[in-house]
């Protein structure tokens, strides 16, 4: 993790003189919106991870910051309402985003020996947008949460390229 | 007499205006900490959530890994770094007698490398030179930025200050521009903070790893579409040692967290 | 390459107290989405998997993706249950494991 060379931000628009450039090099720049364009939404990212059953609203608290000074490292913190015993308990909270490269950011996997039902990261935020967490309870019911939050940029950052 | 109130406004405005040229005045002085979010401020306030304590824990482990041929490792000589350590990122830069000019901490652990340990030097910006060099700094946090009081270090100082004032690049701005004369204000979206040096080397969420202050100051040259001196170059110590009087007082706080 | 991991775990707790656990660990999480000085790509090197045993039992884990920060950092909870050591994986993409472990005393 040598700090000093890769310098890129996470998603970014793509320099113009590669732009320019012919060749591989072109292709190379073409495929990379793409495959970040081909990304899931977010509702299916959510529908792949719930396998398609109903995510109802509530019992999952989404704590993220509403205005991000770096999008880099972005504390979030998900607390989902369960008594966290043998018979009743969250086990599994995803976290998606809505406009990253990828739309999965995290599956945390919970049980009775959790004792209660909350994780902390920290997510990257390529962009301002929305955030999802979703848990999945021992009875087989999704319940969910969204935030949003803007991301500001530095103005003074390392790379000009 | 409203002659003379004009005559005592323009020697005020004056007066203020030369103590303003010269940095900012010691009540206003405030770490790059004050202008940070609060969750940012939370990051580095914890060492338990902290990433620049990672490269604390990496250098505590090279510390006392023997080096070079001498196979001697830091600790051989310098003993345990929480006392032997303590107050020196505090003076850093300092004068080196073999150079005959200032030398940075980074700097000063590769000079021990050479003449000591006879290893070779680490990179500029190795994740090594970073960790000892976070190491040692950190066993000065929480003292205050007091710089060395050595005489032959002041035309190097005063080379600092200058260049600090000089405009440079193709934007034609000083240091001074922004972090003397339009701190506190925002660039786009982000508070120009005063440009202090107390908290390297630092974890950037924007460098996503630890830096060095060189980097830093390589950083806000680039910023200014300047060509950036080299890593080592004399001319990054001096502004170093610059920086070191213009932010005297503050608390070391190594290592820090900035977005 | 020294080991780089952080972990916050009580010393001692009383027994089934819920108890917060901090885990961090050094990490690029290069996400293979970005491009390096000669516009090559950086290819992508990120932690997959965190798990986290209690006394031999898996007690909690995660899936990692890319937009996960470097220097992954995760916090959550355990109830303890009894005196033992408590052990941290972390998988990367080529399967390559860095671990980190700490005794807990409950009473």
Same mark, same amino acid.
């Given at each position: 993790m040598s700090g000093s060379q890769p310098t890129h931000g996470y998603f970014r628009?793509?320099?113009?003189?590669?732009?320019?450039?012919?060749?591989?090099?072109?292709?190379?720049?073409?495929?990379?919106?793409?495959?970040?364009?081909?990304?899931?939404?977010?509702?299916?990212?959510?529908?792949?991870?719930?396998?398609?059953?109903?995510?109802?609203d509530g019992r999952v608290?989404?704590?993220?910051?509403?205005?991000?000074?770096?999008?880099?490292?972005?504390?979030?913190?998900?607390?989902?309402?369960?008594?966290?015993?043998?018979? =009743?308990?969250?086990?599994?909270?995803?976290?998606?985003?809505?406009?990253?490269?990828?739309a999965n950011v995290a599956v945390f996997h919970l049980g009775?020996?959790?004792?209660?039902a909350q994780v902390s990261t920290r997510i990257r935020l390529a962009t301002s947008q929305t955030v999802v967490a979703v848990a999945e309870m021992s009875d087989g019911s999704f319940w969910?949460?969204?935030?949003?939050?803007?991301?500001?940029?530095?103005?003074?950052?390392? =790379?000009?390229t | 007499m409203r002659i003379l109130c004009g005559v005592a406004a323009i020697f005020v405005v004056l007066t203020c205006h030369i103590a303003a040229a010269d940095g900012i005045e010691d009540e206003d002085r405030r770490s790059g900490f004050d202008f940070m979010a609060p969750e940012t401020r939370a990051l580095q306030s914890d060492d338990t959530s902290n990433p620049g304590m990672l490269w604390v824990l990496q250098g505590e482990q090279l510390w006392q890994q023997a080096e070079g041929q001498a196979e001697i490792a830091c600790s051989g000589c310098h003993g345990d770094a929480s006392r032997t350590m303590h107050g020196v990122a505090a003076r850093y830069p300092a004068y080196d007698e073999a150079t005959g000019r200032p030398i940075d901490l980074a700097g000063r652990i590769n000079s021990c490398r050479a003449t000591r340990q006879r290893a070779e030097p680490l990179a500029p910006e190795s994740d090594a030179l970073l960790a000892l060099t976070t190491y040692v700094?950190?066993?000065?946090?929480?003292?205050?930025?007091?710089?060395?009081?050595?005489?032959?270090?002041?035309?190097?100082r005063e080379n600092g200050r200058r260049l600090f004032q000089s405009r440079i690049g193709q934007l034609d701005l000083s240091c001074a521009s922004c972090h003397d004369d339009n701190w506190g204000k925002r660039l786009g979206g982000a508070p120009i903070p005063q440009a202090h040096p107390?908290?390297?080397?630092?974890?950037?969420?924007?460098?996503?790893?630890?830096?060095?202050?060189?980097?830093?100051?390589?950083n806000c040259m680039i910023g200014v579409r300047a060509e950036p001196f080299a890593f080592g170059a004399p001319e990054l110590?001096?502004?170093?040692?610059?920086?070191?009087?213009?932010?005297?007082?503050?608390?070391?706080e190594t290592p820090a967290v900035r977005p | 390459m020294t080991a780089r991991a952080l972990i916050s775990v009580p010393k001692t707790a009383?027994?089934? *107290?819920?108890? *917060?656990?901090?885990?961090?660990?050094?990490?690029?999480?290069?996400?293979?989405?970005?491009?390096?000085?000669?516009?090559?790509?950086?290819?992508?090197?990120?932690?997959?998997?965190?798990?986290?045993?209690?006394?031999?039992? *898996?007690?909690?884990?995660?899936d990692l993706f890319p937009a996960i920060s470097a220097n992954p950092f995760i916090a959550f909870t355990l109830i303890a249950t009894t005196s033992g050591t408590i052990e941290f994986v972390w998988t990367d993409d080529d399967g390559k494991t860095q671990t980190a472990s700490a005794d807990i005393t409950v009473t």
């Open positions: 628009p793509m320099p113009r003189r590669q732009l320019l450039a012919a060749g591989i090099a072109g292709l190379v720049v073409i495929s990379l919106p793409r495959r970040a364009l081909s990304r899931p939404s977010l509702e299916e990212a959510i529908r792949i991870f719930t396998g398609g059953a109903e995510v109802l608290r989404l704590e993220l910051p509403p205005l991000v000074e770096n999008g880099n490292a972005v504390g979030v913190t998900v607390t989902a309402e369960s008594p966290m015993t043998a018979t =009743d308990h969250v086990r599994r909270i995803g976290v998606f985003n809505e406009k990253n490269p990828e009775p020996r959790s004792g209660r969910s949460s969204r935030a949003s939050a803007i991301v500001t940029l530095a103005a003074c950052i390392e =790379d000009l | 700094a950190h066993q000065s946090r929480g003292m205050r930025v007091m710089p060395a009081a050595d005489p032959r270090l002041a035309p190097f107390n908290g390297y080397p630092l974890y950037r969420l924007e460098w996503q790893a630890v830096g060095s202050l060189q980097r830093r100051l390589r110590v001096d502004l170093e040692l610059y920086l070191t009087e213009r932010g005297s007082g503050l608390p070391i | 009383m027994r089934g *107290e819920i108890v *917060e656990i901090r885990a961090m660990t050094a990490h690029p999480m290069e996400t293979g989405y970005r491009t390096g000085l000669n516009g090559t790509n950086i290819p992508r090197n990120i932690i997959r998997r965190f798990a986290c045993t209690y006394d031999g039992e *898996e007690v909690f884990s995660a």
